[in-house]
């Protein structure tokens, strides 16, 4: 029920990502007006803007992409619940996923409150590689931390729209995962708080322009295409038909000709 009211209230949020521009129609909260998501698929981060990450060094952001293809989560650690939920539905999704972190990607979870230090990184990071539960994971997972000048910077590039709300003492915000390139391009988004695990790693391997992934994997992205609209992977029915016929006609042509040795051998 909780995660159900979660999922109702950022998709409202999510939907005010054209919204706020002070329409009639637009009936939330004024606090909430400000608060969305406006994608910039292709649109390239601020690398250069300095970030901390748990154990207090400070690199220019392009330092953690490490030339692989990132999963990328804004989040802040004092968050009460929200951004709880994306971290724990994160791991949850990352960890059929039989790709490495630190190998063939990278996970950065990056805080949106300027308050946020090295401490509370740290402590974010332990919980979330003790949930993931595989090993060596640590090496391929970073919580970065970042003054006002460096978040806003981030944020803007990701379309990121988010406000302090000071009656409530929290941060009202949406939530989404995105997938970036390994030059730092945004490839795509996955807003809410559902990330399906075929679309993560469909997500990385075509971000990764084939630098990871298998054959199934590029034959799942020949026969699925992203739908920006849904944040899903969905199918392409013809090509999925022609993949179909052709891999039946192997199938069939591989059949005859082992029948035809066996024929040959009882003769």
């Given amino acids: 029920m909780r995660r159900a009211a979660l ?17 009639p129609a637009d009936e939330r909260p004024l606090l909430l007006r400000d608060v969305g998501l406006a994608p910039h698929p292709g649109a390239r981060l601020p690398l250069d ?4 990450d748990e154990a207090g060094e400070a690199a220019p952001l392009g330092r953690w992409l490490e030339g692989r293809p990132v999963v990328l989560s804004l989040v802040y650690f004092g968050c009460p619940m929200l951004c ?3 971290m724990n539905a994160l791991t949850t999704s990352l960890r059929p996923i039989a790709l490495e972190p630190g190998k063939d990607f990278t996970v950065l979870a990056v805080s949106f409150d300027p308050r946020d230090g090295p401490e509370a990184a740290r402590a974010k990071k332990s919980a979330a590689i003790a949930r993931y539960g595989r090993p060596g994971a640590a090496r391929g997972w970073h919580f970065l931390t970042g003054d006002a000048e460096a978040i806003r910077r981030l944020t803007d590039a990701v379309g990121f ?11 009202a915000h949406v939530a989404v995962v995105t997938v970036l390139t390994p030059d730092g391009r945004i ?16 997500a990385l391997v075509e971000a990764s322009e084939g630098r990871i992934g298998t054959v199934v994997d590029r034959l799942l992205l020949f026969c699925y295409r992203y739908d920006a609209a849904s944040g899903r992977y969905t199918p392409m029915i013809a090509r999925a038909v022609r993949v179909g016929a052709a891999l039946t006609a192997l199938a069939l042509g591989g059949l005859i000709v082992m029948l035809r040795r066996q024929e040959r051998k009882a003769t």
């Fill in 84 to 86: 709880g939920e994306v």
């Fill in 187 to 202: 490839a795509r988004y996955f807003p809410g708080i559902e990330y399906p695990a075929r679309d993560l790693r469909l």
């Fill in 161 to 171: 729209r988010y406000v302090w709300d000071a009656a409530g003492g929290q941060f």
């Fill in 7 to 23: 999922a109702a209230l950022v998709l409202a949020l999510a939907g005010g990502a054209s919204a706020g521009d002070g329409s």
């Fill in 49 to 52: 803007a300095v970030f901390r």
